[in-house]
Structures are given as C-alpha cells and as structure tokens.
C-alpha cells in the first residue's frame, strides 16, 4: 500500500529496532525479520535502522531483497570508526548517516527520524529504543516471537501507567506493518 498523500515523493519511514547480538532471538528470528524488512518495502515504505548487526541488518537484508531502501543510524561519526571501532556493518545500507553520538543519542535520533518503531527480538538497546518512542507516542509495532522482547514489552506498558499508547502486537509481518501504516497515516497531513 504507497503513501497516497498529497506529497506521495515522502515515503513513510519505519525503525524496524533489535538485537544486535541475537543468541537469545530463537530459530525463526532470522526469516522473521527478513520478512519484516521485505514487508516495509512491500506496503511503500523505507526502511530504517541502527546500522548495526543481527536483527536490524536482517531486516535490512529483506528491505534490498525487495529492491527497497534501507537507511542506517550509525553511532560512530566516520565510517572508518562504524566499522573498526564499533565493529558495524555497512552492507545491506543505501545511506549511513553517522552521527557521532554513540548508541543513546543514536537511538534518540533514530526512533524521532522516523514515522514509527517496529520492535523484534532484542535487548537493553531494543528497549531503550522502545521507551523513547513510547515516551513520545510514535506508533510502536511490536513484532511476538519465541524470544519474549513482546512480553517483557506489555508487562512495561501495564505496569507504566501511562495508557496504552500507540503500541500493537502483532506475529504477522505482514498484518504488522499494515496495521501501523493505518496509524502512521493518521499523523500524515494528507
């Protein structure tokens, strides 16, 4: 489904946000997260992602598959230090944009440049990712898996008080991204 807006050259733009070391995501975190990113390209969408290794570059692999585009947040501020210091890949990216601010004030530029957050299996970064998106009511996408990132997430958001926010579960990539394109496009001007 493209962006049919009045501006239909602005591309919704997706975090798909997760593990970078992924021992912990289960067998089908890998096809998971492939089909996630060839979803985004699939529905009209860019996607974005923390330039990093595991469940983001899966996503990513899946975004090029579909002849998508891929648009990575680097912590480092060179590509020589993303990738001899912080140890990060450039494949599967059509733009890395370094930011020099390190993996929290890259997580912070990352979910605020983007339309909404898609969460997979992840960790402390992962959820850190999260927090920030739900603390500024981005729509949040929250993909369930056999690596329980989903239900540490809903235990967050009941015990937060904070109201349910813009945040869906969903085990279908598919399913997923299309419900949050629904609620991307309320916050679109049309």
């Known amino acids: 489904m493209p962006n049919k ?3 239909p050259h602005l591309k919704i733009k997706i975090c798909v946000s997760g593990a970078a070391e992924t021992d912990h995501c289960g067998p089908d975190a890998l096809e998971k997260a492939k089909e ?4 985004v390209i699939r529905q009209g969408a860019v996607l974005v992602s923390g330039a990093t290794t595991g469940f983001p570059l899966w996503a990513a692999m899946g975004a090029k598959e579909e002849g998508g585009i891929s648009i990575g947040l680097s912590p480092a501020s060179t590509e020589r230090e993303h990738v001899e210091e912080y140890k990060l890949p450039l494949e599967y990216q059509d733009l890395i944009i370094y930011t020099g601010f390190g993996y929290s004030g890259r997580n912070l530029l990352l979910t605020r440049s983007s339309d909404a957050v898609i969460v997979g299996c992840g960790r402390m970064g992962t959820l850190n990712e999260f927090t920030i998106a ?3 009511n981005k729509p949040i996408g929250i993909l ?9 997430i809903d235990k967050i958001i ?3 008080h904070r109201g349910p926010g813009k945040v869906i579960f969903d085990s279908d990539p598919k399913k997923l991204v299309e419900r949050l394109i629904e609620i991307i496009k309320k916050d679109k001007i049309v």
Request: aromatic share 10%.
């Open 5 to 7: 807006t009045r501006h």
């Open 36 to 39: 996630l990113g060839r979803e």
């Open 134 to 136: 739900y603390e500024d």
């Open 144 to 152: 369930e898996g056999s690596w329980g990132t989903d239900e540490l």
């Open 158 to 160: 009941k015990e937060s």
